[in-house]
Structure formats: structure tokens, C-alpha cells
């Protein structure tokens, strides 16, 4: 069974950076999609961008401001946070879905879920 562990957030200012990070362990294939998604209390899972083998994809709200990478082993997917404002405040979110040739940003789609890791940026 896949488990996905959140780790890197924080509290920052307007303008600040961070990296967060999510392990991933119990599938050693080759097709898997692992994505990023964020969440403020009253509001659904909204998609940040994902990375598949042919590289990684962004949401339009973080182009330019976001960047996710993975380890060759698919074990490890990071997500770069740059120029953070309020907005982006959140609880984040690592999601996996296995056995497949495509990836997407739809929360609904994915199969696995970690426990989420905070970000707060402060004006």
C-alpha cells in the first residue's frame, strides 16, 4: 500500500521561499503520477501541479512562482515555493495515483493522500 508523508512547511513572510517535500514509499513501478494540492478551511483541494515521467505540469495560479521535481526513484517529489504571498496559505497536500500512463489536477482523481503539511505566509 502506498504511504506519503508531507514534510518542509512553515511560517514565512510575503515574499519568501519554501521547499516541501513528500516520501513516498510502497510502489516501486515505473507508472505513477504524484501531485500537489493546497487547502484553506471552507474552500476544496485545489490542484498546484503534478510531475509524470515526461516532467512536471503546473496550475496557472503558481506558473513562474512554483517548481516540483522528483527523484529518479519516484520515491521523493519536492514543490519550490517562491515569491509566497497570503494567498498561498494553506495546508498542503501530497497525492499518488499508480498504474497509470497520465497524470491530472483533479483531487478526485488520485488514489493515495498524505496527512498534509501547513504553510503561512504573513504579510
Known amino acids: 500500500q502506498v504511504q506519503l508523508v508531507e514534510s518542509g512547511g512553515g511560517s514565512v513572510e510575503t515574499g519568501g521561499s519554501l521547499r516541501l517535500s513528500c516520501a513516498q514509499s510502497?510502489?516501486?513501478?515505473?507508472?505513477?503520477?504524484m501531485g500537489w494540492f493546497r487547502q484553506v478551511p471552507g474552500m476544496g483541494r485545489e490542484g498546484v501541479g503534478y510531475?509524470?515521467?515526461?516532467?512536471?505540469v503546473y496550475a496557472d495560479s503558481v506558473k513562474g512562482q512554483f517548481t516540483i521535481s522528483q527523484n529518479s526513484a519516484k520515491t521523493l517529489m519536492t514543490l519550490q515555493m517562491d515569491n509566497l504571498n497570503p494567498g498561498d496559505t494553506g495546508t498542503y497536500y501530497c497525492?499518488?495515483?499508480?498504474?497509470?500512463?497520465?497524470?491530472?489536477?483533479?483531487?478526485?482523481?488520485?488514489?493515495?493522500w498524505g496527512q498534509g503539511t501547513q504553510v503561512t505566509v504573513s504579510p
Open positions: 497525492a499518488v495515483r499508480t498504474h497509470t500512463s497520465g497524470c491530472s489536477l483533479g483531487a478526485s482523481w488520485y488514489r493515495f
Open positions: 510502497g510502489y516501486y513501478g515505473t507508472e505513477i503520477c
Open positions: 510531475f509524470n515521467g515526461g516532467g512536471a
